[in-house]
Nanobody, 119 residues
Framework: QVQLVESGGGLVQAGGSLRLSCAAS????????MGWFRQAPGKEREFVAR????????SYADSVKGRFTISRDNDKNMAYLQMNSLKPEDTAVFYC????????????WGQGTQVTVSS
């Protein structure tokens, strides 16, 4: 089973950028499609972005399209979420997750990293 640890969150002003990292251990990251999700206070967790096992395909929530970029480096067992033009409504706990079957069922989750965007 894979273990996931997110990092890179923090406090940033609106319009700024952050790069989140997701470090995987226990299994090769190439075994999994990877996703990023977020949960804002009082709201349900929502999908942010997804990347297939070897990075051949990505998809994004409409709310982040054109601002966020998901990527991965299987050699380093790392996944990333580059977030640009951040908005206060992006404030949330961000989670990376691993999908072992490609069916968009994420079975493994990290503990989350807080992103706060000030206006």
């Amino acid at each position: 089973q894979v273990q996931l640890v997110e990092s890179g969150g923090g406090l940033v002003q609106a319009g700024g950028s952050l790069r989140l990292s997701c470090a995987a251990s226990g299994r090769p990251l190439s075994n999994y499609a990877m996703g990023w999700f977020r949960q804002a206070p009082g709201k349900e967790r929502e999908f942010v972005a997804r990347i297939t096992r070897y990075g051949g395909s990505t998809s994004y929530a409409d709310s982040v399209k054109g601002r966020f970029t998901i990527s991965r480096d299987n050699d380093k067992n790392m996944a990333y979420l580059q977030m640009n033009s951040l908005k206060p409504e992006d404030t949330a706990v961000f989670y990376c997750a691993a999908d072992p079957t490609g069916s968009r069922r994420y079975e493994y989750w990290g503990q989350g990293t807080q992103v706060t965007v000030s206006s």
